[in-house]
């Protein structure tokens, strides 16, 4: 009961527009509950049928939520949240398989683990950029589902930063410095933007006169002919 609360406050906490979310279940197996939704009758109709399985596919399931993101590729916030009491058992797909699916795809994957299960849940939060609360008490369930559905309204704390692709899609390596005016201090980043050869055109060049003597040093002016 208490995990079906904690799924209520997640789906209450929804603005019932904008906001969707769809519902996996599993034990040995996984399986879509609820597909995308902002109806938040029905996401709470399938926490409801929330059925006693045996088996805990944990790594498959997470795979199999990670796999609805395919039809939300606009979604600038995208986030998985995994509740689960046991340690993984008949999964074919690996913690690793996970992370890496989950990185490509830009989700932010959130854990909250309760029994007796950990298998590494919260290392995948952590790489992920996600919330985990491991070891966590039935009754604080519901309390963890309002903490990580806050961190996505905040948008985990992230900055998004964009660039303009008419002066800076050259392809060559630059140097970002960003200054928070807090204790965090600077932050340094590299990127490399796409190199856009439809912002380009040929050029004409060619080597100017110069004159030399013996083993002096010479310069040769490289010139721009108009077009």
Request: hydrophobic share 40%; glycine share 8%.
């Amino acid at each position: 009961q208490a995990l079906v609360e904690a799924g209520y406050a997640f789906i209450d906490g929804m603005n019932g527009a904008q906001d969707e979310a769809s519902v996996v279940w599993f034990g040995r197996n996984a399986e879509i509950a609820q597909t995308w939704t902002s109806r938040r009758d029905l996401l709470r109709n399938a926490v409801d049928r929330l059925p006693a399985r045996s088996g805990t596919a944990l790594w498959d399931a997470c795979f199999t939520a990670l796999q609805q993101f395919n039809d939300k590729t606009g979604a600038r916030y995208r986030s998985l949240v995994v509740f689960s009491s046991r340690t993984d058992d008949v999964s074919t797909r690996m913690r690793q398989d996970v992370i890496d699916e989950a990185l490509r795809r830009g989700v932010h994957v959130n854990v909250v683990c309760f029994g007796s299960g950990d298998d590494g849940l919260e290392m995948i939060a952590d790489v992920c950029g996600g919330l985990g609360f491991i070891g966590a008490a039935s009754d604080a369930l519901r309390d963890h589902a309002e903490e990580i559905l806050h961190a996505m309204r905040s948008g985990y704390g992230e900055l998004l930063l964009t660039w303009d692709r008419y002066t800076c899609n050259d392809g060559q390596l630059h140097h970002l410095n960003l200054r928070v005016l807090s204790a965090c201090g600077d932050v340094t980043h590299s990127f490399r933007p796409p190199l856009d050869n439809t912002t380009q055109r040929h050029v004409s060049l060619r080597l100017g006169d110069a004159l030399a003597f013996g083993d002096r040093d010479i310069t040769i002016p490289l010139l721009l002919e108009s077009p």
